[in-house]
T-cell receptor, first 116, second 115 residues
Framework: DQQVKQNSPSLSVQEGRISILNCDYT??????FLWYKKYPAEGPTFLIS?????DKNEDGRFTVFLNKSAKHLSLHIVPSQPGDSAVYFC???????????????FGQGTILTVHP | GAVVSQHPSWVICKSGTSVKIECRSL??????MFWYRQFPKQSLMLMAT?????????EQGVEKDKFLINHASLTLSTLTVTSAHPEDSSFYIC???????????FGSGTRLTVV
């Protein structure tokens, strides 16, 4: 049961344009969402997160949008740069026990390629 | 920032032998660490959650006797793959919580190849 899905295995974008990576989830208990960037043979690097009380969070070139009713989130990168080329994972978590926080459930990842 | 140091970065071992992977939290105390496994072109799959001083919690389908997790101190968690087989070849990554607000940091991963 894939609770977090990234339906696009890959995305190719021209440098300077916007990259939009999408993620859908099924578990309504998820209340915190994160995006990670990963290079081959390395651990994921945190990019940006959003809690379910918000619908948008922005950090420099990265913006994450959350549509709770659609159980959908997206990561916008603008302008895209060749150095952004990597695998991007979305992840979700549900609070456990009220005050603590739970494990991360990852999507399958989307390979982003930004062409010069 | 908070860093998790993971070693080794890669290891090749013979079938039937055991391999230990270490994750150390630098500059912070990791009461909880997560161990993930990633097959090529697939997602990171959580294997187990380890809490300092207590037994690890394994995800469904993960053999606890095969993947031994020890979290004896606040800065060190280890994963031992016992009696490794070629199908255990994978990329293993640890992660630690770094704060109250869902902060997570990941190790650099270990590429295990069993021949």
């Amino acid at each position: 049961d894939q609770q977090v899905k990234q339906n696009s295995p890959s995305l190719s974008v021209q440098e300077g344009r916007i990259s939009i990576l999408n993620c859908d989830y099924t578990n309504s208990m998820f209340d915190y969402f994160l995006w990670y960037k990963k290079y081959p043979a390395e651990g994921p690097t945190f990019l940006i997160s959003i809690s379910s009380i918000k619908d948008k969070n922005e950090d420099g070139r990265f913006t994450v949008f959350l549509n709770k009713s659609a159980k959908h989130l997206s990561l916008h990168i603008v302008p895209s740069q060749p150095g952004d080329s990597a695998v991007y994972f979305c992840a979700a978590s549900a609070r456990a026990g009220g005050t603590s926080y739970g494990k991360l459930t990852f999507g399958q990842g989307t390979i982003l390629t930004v062409h010069p | 920032g908070a860093v998790v140091s993971q070693h080794p970065s890669w290891v090749i071992c013979k079938s039937g032998t055991s391999v230990k992977i270490e994750c150390r939290s630098l500059d912070f105390q990791a009461t909880t660490m997560f161990w993930y496994r990633q097959f090529p072109k697939q997602s990171l799959m959580l294997m187990a959650t380890s809490n300092e001083g207590s037994k690890a919690t394994y995800e469904q389908g993960v053999e606890k006797d095969k993947f031994l997790i020890n979290h004896a101190s606040l800065t060190l968690s280890t994963l031992t793959v016992t009696s490794a087989h070629p199908e255990d070849s994978s990329f293993y990554i640890c992660s630690a919580r770094v704060g109250p607000n869902y902060g997570y940091t990941f190790g650099s991963g270990t590429r295990l190849t069993v021949v």
